[in-house]
């Protein structure tokens, strides 16, 4: 019962913030005039704000911008030893050092390190928090340029990388971090540029507890869906997340502009129906998913009648599986309890909410991009059933507009195939696993789905130090990320060049049920056709054990 | 406006409800012969040479498991590979029948048009003969009557009737004359009176038959836009299912148990789309059979697919929407006559007369007020008085002792013939009455009698007797027509030579919705390019050599073949029998093209659930006796499974070559109403159907010795 209260609490916060947040969101985006500090900013960097893009060099301007970041986070870790509040915590190893800064620019946030002895305050706060910040703006910021392929005609601009990249920190992202880290910190949330405090235990001995800025950190890591812990135990620390109402505004926060963006799109389009079809298929798709997690979690008792292991008591089953299908559904990656704890079914379904290329609803931005690019799909096949070149928002989806879609659909499947089949092929990953068997499989195939998803939850169990993982999941973070992002940006451009064709009754209608349906239809096939195999070796094989 | 045809041809209305007939209303075709199968399996091996099959991503990938699972079958021998190895060249083989199925039956229309092309001998005006085959553009031969026109051209001197039943396989003879609209000849048609000079404008090998016989053998056949984009979509689903399949194998591995190569490459086969990737260019090729099966050629099948997009419709009012003559509709008496004595007058003055509005005057009096439709002797005795252009009348004069004269004409010229007789009454009367009929959109015909000139009084002797209406008839289930094509999204434009008011009367009784009225051809290309600006696709039809820039203008333009060359030129259509109504017809076919690919392609993704089903337990039962419980169709044993699974696969590429010719049902209706039904049939019917098919295919394999 205290479990569906939660639910129906986050659901009605979130109902609550859709609106305002997405329209917010939305005015944003065609807002005409600067703000002051923004212009300052345009000033530093030399870039006229009133210039527009096109769909090349908007593109060109985030990989600069992103890449640009990745060099500037590696050197920062190497060169630690310089910086100020690092503790001697020492230059950050180079294998760790290329990793954690691939996997924060490319908002994954997956960590291959301990926080707490490995990166000092600087790093964190002005190296990985800034890109908790801006990699969620660049998300955003091509989300926003694929919605004005739509909504614009016969033009080859998509708007301005540098303004949308800089608004979505100024106008969205900063403020409501600002004001979550104080209702963060009046739950409980540690916020300390103290190394640690040293306490004395019942045991009589002394150990050091490590402090962190953690409630400032946390706030963008649930907001940005980044979900990079500043202490190892990620939000099952209690710093970090002492008690339930911590826990359940942290799961608003990772959720809600993934949310409201669908209003955002709809409103830029000009039919707010559009938007919340959309929206109608990753709620169900996270109800859904809820339903399985939730259940198998409640059901394969091995403590107190339900699967506590890995789980912290004050969160309890709803807590954690709420928590964790809500982490995995958007590209956040924070966790609350440890997923390789998870019955086999449970933790597929974390799994298969990654597999489903993050659309329930998804990371900041790279959600509604992920889900328009299925709808591209979906509507290609349906249109054709209706007897005309399919079209989706009055554009037609032609060979070209194909290509960039199925460029972006199947980037991650084939990441995530490539690098478990490369993995499991190597005699050095047995010794890598806590667990054989199917789900030493499971623990591998999550790795590569969190890192090409950029989710950056690890399921655990799995150590990834080693020169090849550190590198593959690199890569498989990198163009997990840019791949999609670069086809998105094409498909925008492609979209923008066409005249918007008025819908009619002979042409398929999207934002009705059907629709839905049908969207969602395509996201679960895809993944059922091409995980199945790797599925049935692994949280199949196991759960019907 | 149609060529005025002089005999047999079909009316456009009776070969629309012919065609009708035929089909059941539904879009379809010629019926599917098994024995086509049998023929087209020479050509089916032959395109077994990779250099052919590498053109086909998916089906090439087939190509490649097979050869590959031979090679494994040869090394290690076991019933289960040959079995596998068989029915994977089986694949790849019904694939390729499916194509060759489809080029088949395009080859026979194109023979039907090669007869056409006999070899002719050539008279050049100076009398020298020459081979049809080497006339050159800008040569003038002379074609007298019984000859065949050795070369498409254009008449440059003369007057023919011309049999163009070769071409059209209708029995149609057609006008032909110098000058105007009317002066395109085609090879291989016959003069059948008088003679002419005819000005060749096309190079031996590049006549129209010519060109039509490559395109509909498929010679040249280019894929279409949509065709392309959905191989993109199959190919990339293919490379997906290769990696899928092929990072399988460390993963058994890793599980401890290695697959062997022919199951992997049996998995691969079963995943990867080979339904529509067999079927999809026969789709196409079927789609423009299906159009050469109504007597319309295309020019490409892009412009078959673009007549799916259309949303537009220009239409021709007459010939289209209304027949192509004026018709009696009703009859208005002068105050104080009866009805039955203007019926009677009328008829009497119309029952010798041949043209469509006199035929339509003596239905309209036998059908409204009982009078016998076939002239009596006495009548038929009398003696007819034909139009002509200077009286502007027509009627009888009758022998019957009374010397009654009866004409019925345009109202001035019928006053004028009754003379100073008519009271001023009932001039003003008729004139009120002929008015109204014109403000309808109406003819008025007025009709009187002059009678014996002495028996009566003036008055008597000369009688006006009133007006006759003659009206534009819009044909029967039109309205309906057009209803359904809005329900399909696509406007329908009514374009007439008409002043506004008679246009509006027409638009409003046929239910079009909207209308050009005095349309001259500058005003259809700028409404085309208007239609076109707002990103809607326009179809149209057209004949004359002003309607050429609008025809090349229009996404979809089909020249009547009775046309201009310049018309045939324009368009990207030809209709042989130069029936405008059939455009509907057309866009029909191409919007059955696309849903076909669409339908075939969503139920191919769809079998892969059921496929799944029946191999995954199949490879890992020995591994993991758990995923037994996903064997939910109880299959035999791992091999019965896995062959099952091969043998529906290729199986339902033979079940559905008959669908992929004829094209799947389709009735106009809402884009909704359409999703959803085939959603149902071929998304939910693609997830089921092979669930049954894989389990009762078991039923036999278990029994072959070394499976079961």
Same mark, same amino acid.
């Given at each position: ?5 939660q639910?129906?609490v ?9 609106r305002?947040l997405g ?12 703000w002051?500090?923004?212009r300052?900013?345009?000033r530093?960097?030399?870039v006229?704000?009133?210039s ?6 908007y ?7 992103s890449?640009?970041g990745i060099?500037l986070?590696?050197l920062?870790q ?10 001697d915590?020492g230059?950050v190893?180079s294998?760790v ?29 002005v190296g ?8 969620a703006?660049?998300?955003?910021a ?11 005609s016969?033009t ?16 969205i ?9 104080v209702?963060?910190?009046a739950?409980?949330v ?9 306490v004395?235990?019942?045991?009589g001995?002394?150990s050091?507890?490590?402090l962190?800025p ?8 649930e907001?940005?869906t ?11 620390h209690p710093f ?6 911590s826990?359940?505004l942290?799961?608003f926060?990772l959720?809600?502009i993934?949310v ?5 799109f709809?409103r ?26 939730w259940?198998?979690?409640?059901r ?10 890995g ?20 590209s956040?990656g924070?966790v609350?309890s440890?997923?390789d ?5 449970g ?6 909410n ?5 659309v ?17 799909v ?7 059933m209706?007897g005309?070149t ?5 554009k037609r ?9 199925v460029?972006v ?6 990441l ?12 050095s990953t ?9 789900h ?5 195939l999550y790795?590569?789905a969190s890192?090409?998803?950029?989710n ?8 990834v130090?080693s020169?090849?993982?550190?590198t ?6 990198l ?5 999609p ?13 066409q005249?918007r ?16 349906v049908?969207?969602?239809?395509t ?16 949280p ?6 | ?15 629309e409800q ?12 010629g019926a ?5 199968l049998?023929?087209a399996l ?11 099959q590498?053109?086909?991503p ?7 498991g ?5 090679v ?8 289960f590979a040959?079995?596998i ?13 499916a194509?060759a199925?489809?080029e088949?039956?395009g ?9 056409t092309r006999?070899?002719?001998?050539a008279?050049r005006?100076?009398?020298t ?7 050159r553009?800008?040569d ?9 026109i ?9 007057i023919?009737?011309v ?9 149609a ?39 039509m ?8 056949r280019?894929?279409t836009?949509?065709e ?5 979509l199959?190919a ?6 290769l990696?899928?399949v092929?990072?399988l ?6 599980s ?7 199951v ?6 079963c995943?990867?789309p ?6 999809l260019?026969?789709i ?6 299906r159009?050469?099966?109504?007597n319309v050629l295309a ?9 799916g997009?259309v ?10 929407i209304?027949?192509g003559?004026r018709?009696?509709? /009703?009859? &208005?008496? +002068? @105050?104080g006559v009866?009805? *039955? !004595?203007? $019926?009677? =007058? ?6 010798a ?10 239905e309209?009096t036998? /059908?409204e &007020?009982? +009078? @016998?439709?076939?002239?009596? *002797? !006495?009548? $038929?005795? =009398? ?8 009286t ?6 009758l ?8 004409r ?8 004028a ?6 009271p001023?009454?009932?001039?003003a009367?008729?004139?009120r ?11 008025p ?7 014996d ?8 002797r000369?009688r ?5 209406e003659l009206?534009?008839v ?9 209803g ?13 030579g ?5 246009a509006?009367?027409?638009?409003d ?14 005003d259809?290309?700028a409404l085309?390019?208007?239609?076109q600006a ?8 057209g004949?004359?050599?002003n309607d050429?820039?609008a025809?090349?203008?229009a996404?979809v333009?089909v ?7 310049a018309?045939?030129?324009?368009g990207?259509m ?18 059955q093209?696309l ?11 769809a ?5 799944y ?14 995923l037994g419980?996903?064997?939910v ?11 099952s ?6 199986l ?10 004829r094209?799947v049902?389709?009735r ?15 998304g939910?019917g ?17 029994l072959v010795p070394g499976?079961?």
């Open positions: 019962m205290a479990g569906l209260a639910v129906a986050l659901l009605v916060l979130l109902a609550a913030a859709w305002p329209d917010w969101m939305a005015r944003v985006y065609t807002d005409e005039s600067d002051r500090v923004e300052v900013v345009y530093l960097v030399r006229d704000p009133r527009e893009q096109r769909a090349s060099t593109a060109v301007a985030v990989l600069a911008f890449f640009a060099v986070l590696y920062l190497r060169l630690q030893t310089l910086l100020p509040w690092s503790f915590r230059a190893e294998g050092a290329f990793n954690t800064a691939i996997s924060f620019v490319t908002n994954t946030n997956w960590q291959s390190y301990v926080p707490e002895t490995t990166m000092g305050h600087t790093v964190q706060l990985l928090t800034v890109q908790n910040f801006v990699s703006a660049v998300g955003l091509v989300a926003v340029a694929l919605t004005r392929g739509f909504v614009r016969r080859d601009r998509l708007g301005n990388a540098w303004v949308d990249i800089v608004r979505g920190c100024t106008r992202l900063l403020p409501i971090a600002a004001v979550a880290a209702v963060l910190v739950t409980g540690v916020m300390s540029l103290r190394a640690g405090v040293d004395i235990g019942a045991d001995r002394s050091t507890i490590a962190a953690a409630a400032s950190q946390e706030s963008i890591k907001l940005g980044n979900g990079g812990g500043i202490l190892n135990a990620n939000a099952a970090e997340n002492p008690n339930p109402v826990n359940l942290e799961i926060l959720l809600v993934p409201a963006l669908t209003r955002t709809g830029m389009v000009g039919s707010v129906r559009q938007g919340v079809s959309l929206l109608a298929v990753m709620g169900g798709l996270w109800v859904a998913m809820l339903a399985v997690i259940t198998a979690e409640a394969s008792a091995s403590f107190a009648g339900a699967n506590l292991e789980k912290e008591v004050r969160f309890g089953i709803a807590g954690s599986a709420l928590f964790a299908n809500s982490t995995t559904g958007t956040t924070a609350n440890l997923h704890s998870f019955s086999a079914l933790g597929g379904g974390a799994m298969l990654m597999l489903f290329s993050e329930t609803p998804g990371g900041v931005g790279t959600g509604l991009y992920s889900i328009l690019v299925v709808a591209i979906a509507v290609f096949l349906a249109g054709l209706v005309r399919p079209e989706y928002l009055g989806l032609g060979r070209r507009e194909v290509t960039c879609a460029v659909v199947l980037t991650m499947p084939a995530v195939l490539l690098g478990t089949g490369l993995a499991i092929a190597l005699p047995a010794d890598a696993m806590t667990n054989a068997g199917p030493g499989l499971s623990e591998v790795a590569y890192a090409a998803n950029n950056g939850s690890a399921f655990g169990g799995l150590t130090t020169g090849f993982f550190q593959t999941l690199g890569i498989a973070m163009l997990g990320r840019f791949l992002i670069v086809a998105v940006l094409a498909l925008a451009g492609l979209l923008a060049r005249p064709v008025e819908p009619g009754p002979g042409t398929l209608s999207t934002g009705t049920p059907l629709f839905s049908l969207v969602a239809g996201i679960v096939l895809v993944a059922a056709i091409t995980f199945l195999p790797a599925l049935a070796l692994s199949l094989a196991e759960g019907l054990a | 406006m149609t060529a005025p045809t002089v005999s047999t041809s079909r009316p456009p209305a009776e070969a012919v065609h009708a007939a035929r089909t059941g209303r539904a879009v379809g075709a599917f012969r098994p024995r086509q049998l023929d020479p050509t089916a091996l032959r395109k077994l040479d990779p250099r052919h590498v053109r086909n998916v089906v090439f990938v087939v190509w490649v097979s050869v590959v699972v031979t494994a079958a040869i090394l290690d021998p076991s019933v040959w079995s190895a068989v029915w994977l060249w089986l694949t790849v083989l019904f694939a390729n029948l194509e199925v489809a088949g039956r080859r026979a229309q194109a023979d039907a048009l090669r007869a006999t070899d002719t001998v008279r005006e100076d009398g003969e020459v081979p049809g085959t080497e006339l553009v800008g003038r031969v002379v074609v007298e009557a019984g000859e065949t050795p070369g498409d051209g254009e008449i440059v001197e003369g023919a009737t049999d163009e039943s070769a071409i059209t396989g209708e029995s003879q057609v006008v032909r004359e110098s000058g105007g609209d009317l002066s395109s000849v085609t090879g291989g048609t016959t003069v059948l009176s008088d003679r002419v000079v005819v000005r060749i404008t096309a190079e031996p090998g590049e006549s129209f038959v010519d060109r016989i490559a395109l509909v053998e498929g010679a040249q280019q894929k836009p949509n392309i984009a959905l191989t993109i199959l990339a689903l293919t490379i997906v299912f990696l899928a092929v990072t194998q460390p993963m058994a591995g890793y401890g148990r290695q697959q062997s190569l022919v992997l490459v049996a998995l691969l086969v995943l990867i080979t339904t529509i990737g067999a079927l260019s026969a196409g090729i079927a789609g423009m059979d159009l050469v099966q109504r020019t490409s099948g892009r412009a078959v697919e673009a007549a997009d949303s537009t419709l220009l239409l021709d009012k007459t010939g289209t209304t027949y003559n018709r009696a509709t /009703a009859l &208005h008496p +002068l @105050p009866d009805v *039955t !004595d203007l $019926a009677g =007058a009328a008829r009497l003055a119309s029952l007369d041949t043209t469509p509005e006199g035929r339509s005057i003596v309209l036998a /059908a &007020h009982g +009078l @016998p439709a076939e002239a009596s *002797t !006495d009548e $038929a005795a =009398a003696e007819f008085v034909p139009f002509s252009a200077t502007r009348m027509s009627g009888v004069d022998d019957d002792g009374d010397g009654r004269e009866v019925k004409g345009a109202v001035a010229s019928v006053l013939w009754l003379g100073d007789a008519v001023d009454t009932d001039r009367e008729l004139e009455l002929a008015r109204e009929v014109s403000e309808r959109g109406g003819t015909l007025a009709c009187g009698l002059v009678s000139p002495g028996a009566y009084s003036p008055e008597d000369s006006v007797l009133g007006v006759v009206s534009d819009v044909k029967p289930g039109i309205a309906e027509r057009f359904e094509l809005r329900a399909m999204g696509i406007k329908t434009i009514m374009i007439t008409d002043n506004p008011v008679t509006r009367v027409i638009a009784a046929s239910g079009v919705d909207d209308v050009l009225a005095e349309a001259t051809p500058e259809k290309l085309i390019r208007r239609e707002g990103g809607r696709m326009v179809a149209m039809t004949d004359g050599t050429a820039p025809l090349a203008q996404d333009g020249a009547m073949s009775s046309g201009t060359t018309a045939k030129e324009a990207n030809v209709d042989l029998d130069s029936d405008p109504t059939k455009l509907i017809g057309v866009v029909e076919v191409g919007k093209m849903v076909t690919r669409g339908a075939l392609t969503t139920f191919s993704l079998n892969d659930l059921a496929k089903f029946a191999i995954l337990p199949a490879m890992f039962l020995a591994l993991y006796p758990q419980a996903l064997n169709m109880q299959l035999a044993t791992p091999e019965s499974a896995i062959l699974a091969v043998i529906f696969n290729a339902v590429i033979v079940a559905l070559i008959p669908l992929a010719l094209g049902r389709f106009p209706s809402s884009a909704d109403r359409l999703l959803r039904r085939n959603l149902l049939v071929y939910l693609g997830v089921v159907v092979p669930f049954v098919g894989i389990f009762l295919i078991d039923l036999v394999v278990r499976i079961g």
